[in-house]
């Protein structure tokens, strides 16, 4: 038979508003083979992860996480008591990529999360998530769709163009069938390549595809 795999252990740093906090999460990863813990200044290579302990995402929480995103390369896990989508969207701009409530911090939901972040996924809690995704779509419907915008950064324009791109039509048909010139289709499509560093038309629309716009 053949044996398992070996685990390679996830180097982690925790960060905690007080020493309580710290030592608890450090109690609860310590015993895990799935993890690595280290002290935060204590080596030349940084963890992969950093686990941030906060009680709330107050302006010195995000002091600390700003503080983090700047001097390291590391991804950021954040345990917090509450947070809603407001805090959830500052605690983002800082570089977090996970979010655990207090009340659910198990060892084993821990660990679950540092995997996930450290393979370059995120994670929020499923609540959280379904509200975040709410407010984006009162968002897109109430705000950006009046002013033909998307939340994604593209157009209604944009979107409708590399959508007849993709459905095999040429500048001629889809000028025709959006009411628009035919200089203003090449206009709108050389934009969209220039943005977003596109080669040519079947480079834009497998990117649209991918990307899930069309």
Same mark, same amino acid.
């Given at each position: 038979?053949?044996?398992?795999?070996?685990?390679?252990?996830?180097?982690?740093?925790?960060?905690? /508003?007080?020493?309580?906090?710290?030592?608890?999460?450090?109690? $609860?990863?310590?015993? *895990?083979?799935?993890?690595?813990?280290?002290?935060?200044?204590?080596?030349?290579?940084?963890?992969?992860?950093?686990?941030?302990?906060v009680d709330t995402v107050d302006e010195e929480a995000l002091r600390m996480l700003r503080r983090i $995103?700047?001097?390291?390369?590391?991804?950021?896990?954040?345990?917090?008591?509450?947070?809603?989508?407001?805090?959830?969207?500052s605690a983002a701009e800082c570089g977090v990529a996970g979010m655990v409530r207090r009340s659910e911090?198990?060892?084993?939901?821990?660990?679950?999360?540092?995997?996930?972040?450290? *393979?370059?996924?995120?994670?929020?809690?499923?609540?959280?998530?379904?509200?975040?995704l709410e407010e984006v779509g009162r968002l897109q419907k109430q705000v950006l769709g009046p002013r033909?915008?998307?939340?994604?950064?593209?157009?209604? =324009?944009?979107?409708?163009?590399?959508?007849?791109?993709?459905? /095999?039509?040429?500048?001629?048909?889809?000028?025709?069938?959006?009411?628009?010139?035919? *200089?203003?289709?090449?206009?709108?499509? +050389?934009?969209?390549?220039? =943005?977003? +560093?596109?080669?040519?038309?079947?480079?834009?629309?497998?990117?649209?595809? *991918?990307?899930?716009?069309?």
């Amino acid at each position: 038979m053949h044996s398992p795999p070996a685990i390679t252990p996830t180097t982690v740093a925790i960060q905690a /508003g007080d020493p309580l906090s710290h030592a608890g999460v450090t109690s $609860q990863l310590r015993p *895990r083979p799935e993890i690595t813990l280290m002290e935060w200044d204590a080596a030349d290579v940084p963890p992969e992860v950093v686990v941030v302990v906060v009680d709330t995402v107050d302006e010195e929480a995000l002091r600390m996480l700003r503080r983090i $995103q700047r001097s390291t390369t590391c991804r950021t896990v954040l345990i917090t008591t509450a947070i809603d989508e407001q805090k959830l969207v500052s605690a983002a701009e800082c570089g977090v990529a996970g979010m655990v409530r207090r009340s659910e911090a198990t060892p084993e939901h821990l660990v679950h999360v540092i995997g996930t972040v450290a *393979r370059g996924e995120g994670h929020l809690p499923a609540d959280l998530l379904k509200r975040l995704l709410e407010e984006v779509g009162r968002l897109q419907k109430q705000v950006l769709g009046p002013r033909g915008l998307h939340v994604n950064g593209m157009t209604t =324009r944009e979107i409708d163009t590399l959508r007849l791109v993709a459905e /095999g039509y040429d500048t001629a048909d889809i000028a025709a069938k959006l009411g628009w010139s035919e *200089r203003t289709i090449k206009n709108t499509l +050389h934009a969209v390549m220039s =943005r977003l +560093h596109l080669s040519n038309r079947s480079h834009a629309v497998a990117f649209a595809m *991918r990307q899930g716009w069309i």
